[in-house]
Structures are given as C-alpha cells and as structure tokens.
C-alpha cells in the first residue's frame, strides 16, 4: 500500500459480530494489513448467504470473536503481501468461503481440500467481506468472469459454487428435485435447465411467491416441500436446513437415486423407515469447495449464461438482510453494497430470447 494510501484507509467501517445471537454491530476497525501471500481487497460487494445466518445465530460453534462475517466478497486488489505477485494489484477478484487449506493432510494430499482438517474458512475462522477492506490468501481468490456486475457476481461466489458442486454430485439424472428455493437454487437451476434437465421445486408449503419465482428460473413445475412431484425424480438436493425434507427427498426419488444435502447445518433429521433408502438410494451431504469447483463453475456461469437475482442492501442494512433470509422473504440472493458501484456501465450477460425452459421442453414432448 503506498503511503498516501494508508493514509486515508486507516480505519474501515465494519459489520462486526461480537456474539452469536445478538446482531452485528457497526464498528470501525483498522484497516487489515496483507501478510505474506496475503491480498488487501477493497470489498465494493459481499453476498449473504445462509451460512453467514448460522455463524450469526450461533449454529456453527466456533467462530472467531470479533468476527466480521461474509465470504461471498467481491473486492478490487489493492496491496500485496510479499510473496504475491504485485500484477495482481488492481485486479477484481472474489474471495470465497475457503479461505486456505493445510496443503499436507489426507485430504488435501488426495485432492480433497474441501475436506482438510486445517482449513480456514471466510467470515468464521477469518475476517469477511463485511467489511471495506479485508484480507485474502491470494491463492484462494479467483478472477471473476468478466460481463457481471459486482453485484451480480457476488452471490455466484457460495452460493453459486456450493450449488453446482452439489449438482455435480447429484449425477447425471434428469429429473432433479430442489428443496429450498433461495439463492443458491436459483442459479443451480438455470445450470440444470441449460444441461437439459428439468428441475421440480420444492419450497414452504403454500410459498406461492417462491414458487412462481422457482417456475420463472426455470422449474417445470414447484410445489410444497411435502408434497409428491408428478414424476419419480432421478435425484435431490437439499438447500433448506430442515432435516424433515430428508425422508421427504428420499420418498421422491427413484430406486439408485441421489439425495444431496447443500447446506452445512440442518435441524435433527427425524427417523425414517429403511424402505427409504432401500433400493440404492444414496444419501449425502457437500462440504464446502474446492478451488477445482470454483475454477469450473466461474468458467460455466457466462456460457449458461446464468443471471443472479440479487436484493441489495447497504452494508449498514446487513442485519435487515440476514433477517429477510431468515424470514424466507427474498427471491434469489441478498448482496451487501460496500462500494458504490457503477451499476449502469455493468450489465451482466442477458438470458437468449426465447431460450427454452425445461417446463417448455417438457410441453413440446408432450404434443409431439
Ligand atoms: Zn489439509
Ligand atoms: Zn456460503
């Protein structure tokens, strides 16, 4: 950072958690130096995402205190550790929920980073994008696809990622089951219709707003989480952090049919008969990502093209935010605006006039 710089960033405005259960407060903090490999971001967009609610009301146990939460940030480089390669500076680039592995355990060795014993994880074991500035393991952040809007890109960071890791683990299958229709399924399900599948979706029981949005995304037909879909699904997967939607899922997909569970905190799942997950059902749960998962998803996003949905709120508005999740009132992604962006010259890319849906694929079958 040169001089002139630090000057005038030597304090940052914040959203800081002090404990779980009670809201963020605004503080001002001293802006972060980048360590060695380290990148000083300056955040212009975070997303919020269910995971950040779990850190805040003290589902996950083991936060950083203080923390300043948020691992969806998109942020321009502007100081580098020594060690990183100062090109970088000036670059856009997006910081994820992990934020370092070990390198040397099994399963870093066995290119299972998601899963290392010593990872850091962004806004819980680390300082997030709540934030002004923050700091990032350079070799964890990725280039951003050019042709989206911070805004936009924000939410494509966990949400996006953690979704189509969840998709790839689903398979091949065609018909693909969602339940929980919120930021990370809305962009699941346009990758899912662009690979011509088609997608039934499952959100609170009566959520006719919820439903008609799933149905706009793409979905050839939505209903509530309990109800049975017109078709035996080939797979499902889980984003809401209800375990009664497990026995719900298994009950829908076919004899060998996948049910994945995307989120990383779930109510007890109640007991179930074994008729469930008899007949070679799989049942399992994604844990976090793996730089791989990052790399292809951001690469696939502009050939889909997918398109966020985003509700934008001021940093100071961050609790407003993580309340209308936990409320279930938002279609698509929550972003906090850090920076003012300049939204008019950022378009991201447009959906094909007339692309079909799966509900429109669905309908040309059925007269043929
Ligand atoms: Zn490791
Ligand atoms: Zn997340």
Not at 228 to 234: A, K, W
Not at 349 to 365: I, K, M, N, Q
């Amino acid at each position: 950072m040169n001089p002139e710089d630090n000057e005038k960033a030597a304090t940052m405005r914040a959203m800081v958690l002090e404990a779980p259960g009670r809201p963020l407060i605004a503080a001002s903090l001293p802006v972060p130096r980048p360590a060695a490999g380290q990148l000083l971001l300056r955040v212009t967009a975070c997303g919020i995402c269910r995971t950040d609610l779990h850190v805040v009301d003290g589902e996950l146990t083991e936060p950083k205190l203080p923390l300043v939460p948020g691992h969806q940030i998109v942020g321009r480089v502007v100081a580098a550790g020594s060690g990183v390669d100062r090109s970088a500076v000036g670059q856009r680039v997006g910081v994820p929920w992990l934020g370092g592995t070990c390198g040397s355990c099994e399963h870093c060795r066995a290119g299972r980073e998601n899963l290392c014993d010593r990872a850091v994880f962004t806004g819980y074991r680390v300082d997030g994008g709540f934030a002004e500035y923050c700091v990032a393991d350079a070799r964890f952040c990725f280039p951003l696809p050019e042709g989206y809007p911070d805004l936009q890109a924000a939410p494509l960071l966990c949400a996006g990622l953690i979704g189509y890791r969840s998709l790839r683990l689903a398979g091949n299958g065609e018909r693909l089951g969602i339940y929980g229709f919120g930021a990370a399924a809305h962009i699941v399900t346009q990758v899912a219709v662009w690979q011509r599948r088609r997608v039934f979706a499952f959100t609170r029981p009566g959520d006719a707003v919820g439903q008609a949005f799933a149905r706009r995304m793409g979905a050839c037909w939505a209903g509530g989480s309990f109800e049975s879909p017109p078709e035996e699904l080939d797979a499902a997967l889980i984003f809401a952090p209800a375990g009664e939607l497990v026995p719900a899922a298994l009950r829908a997909v076919r004899k060998g049919g996948v049910v994945v569970c995307g989120g990383i905190h779930m109510s007890p799942i109640p007991s179930f008969s074994y008729d469930l997950l008899w007949g070679e059902r799989s049942l399992l749960s994604v844990a976090n990502l793996t730089r791989r998962d990052g790399e292809e998803f951001l690469n696939l996003a502009p050939t889909v093209p997918v398109r966020s949905e985003v509700t934008r709120f001021s940093l100071a508005q961050a609790n407003e935010a993580l309340a209308a999740l936990r409320e279930g009132r938002l279609e698509g992604a929550a972003v906090l605006v850090i920076d003012d962006i300049q939204e008019a010259a950022q378009k991201q890319p447009s959906r094909r006039r007339g692309a079909s849906s799966g509900c429109d694929e669905l309908t040309v079958f059925e007269q043929s």
